[in-house]
């Protein structure tokens, strides 16, 4: 919350950092913690997750990215995209399927690829609306070898961390970011209506009521968000079994409030809000982001309804 108020960019990097280093150390062998998660808890590496891949949207879950065993490791080759930090960590929890038909617990696996890996590429960094000054990028994983400690838990066995840390991590920071967003765009609505003196008839806009009474609305909708966010992730450290379905609830809240909150802000500063540079022009530009981050705010929904009618998340 606290980065995203000042930068969405540097919230959402260091949120993608601590969602892989948080897979990577869920169940570590005593070498992967020595080799990937010491330097992580040193301050010298910088992790990510890598899930998405072109043309599967929301179904993350079903990856095209090959694990294919080896005597002495695995081999992996296949694409992923909109990786974060895509280019500068040092490690990427990369997700696979196994070419074992029979793997006991599935096919679903990840695997940590260390950046200076032999068959790693690197696509350009993407553009966007906002959010630029996360490095994004695709990365080409051509028959990169690895050795077997690079497995994370039993393979197959993945699904379990996606939902039970992935997903939760994941949720939590990102309403996190969004959240830090409308507390900015509250304060610089705030101090305008403050600051600026209506010459006609010598007041500030702080003394009209209107504005006054859609102030106090803003301050009410980031606040109900907020409580929405810490009951959530206060019901995950409690180990709470409906904690993922108010993580959701509070991703989609946040996502649909952000918006409408950083609007609101632009319409009471007027047209200097709308200039490049402003940082209420970059707030709306971040805050476009809340809906589509994986995964999407409809996604999310349908999630939840499934969970509260006690069917499965995911369809094949």
Not at 16 to 34: L, R
Not at 178 to 192: K, N, P, T, V, W
Not at 199 to 216: E, F, I, M, W, Y
Not at 230 to 241: I, L, Q
């Amino acid at each position: 919350e606290i980065l995203g108020r000042e930068c969405a960019s540097s919230a959402i990097c260091f949120g993608m950092h601590s969602v892989g280093a948080s897979v990577i150390s869920a169940n570590p062998s005593t070498e992967q913690a020595s080799r990937f998660i010491q330097p992580i808890v040193d301050g010298k590496h910088i992790t990510t997750l890598s899930l998405s891949e072109a043309g599967t949207g929301a179904h993350f879950y079903l990856p095209q990215t090959r694990l294919e065993g080896r005597q002495d490791g695995y081999a992996v080759t296949g694409a992923k995209t909109f990786v974060t930090n895509g280019g500068h960590a040092d490690s990427y929890v990369v997700s696979t399927v196994s070419t074992d038909e029979h793997a006991p617990m599935g096919q679903f696996s990840c695997v940590v690829v260390p950046r200076d890996s032999q068959g790693m590429s690197w696509g350009a960094r993407w553009g966007g609306m906002g959010m630029r000054g996360n490095s994004s990028r695709t990365l080409e994983l051509d028959n990169v070898l690895l050795p077997k400690s690079s497995l994370l838990g039993q393979e197959g066995d993945q699904i379990w961390y996606i939902f039970n840390v992935v997903c939760p991590y994941f949720l939590i920071a990102m309403s996190g970011t969004f959240l830090g967003i409308m507390g900015s765009a509250l304060d610089e609505a705030r101090q305008h209506l403050q600051n600026r003196h209506h010459s006609h008839v010598g007041l500030t806009l702080a003394q009209a009521p209107v504005l006054q009474h859609r102030l106090g609305q803003m301050w009410a909708q980031v606040e109900r968000t907020r409580r929405l966010i810490y009951h959530a992730a206060s019901s995950f450290d409690a180990g709470d079994p409906d904690a993922l379905v108010a993580l959701m609830s509070a991703k989609a809240e946040v996502a649909e409030t952000v918006v409408s909150v950083v609007n609101e802000a632009m319409t009471m500063v007027g047209g200097i809000a709308y200039r490049d540079g402003s940082r209420l022009h970059r707030f709306m530009r971040d805050a476009r982001a809340s809906h589509l981050m994986s995964p999407t705010t409809d996604i999310l929904k349908i999630w939840m309804g499934r969970a509260l009618l006690g069917q499965p998340l995911l369809a094949e």
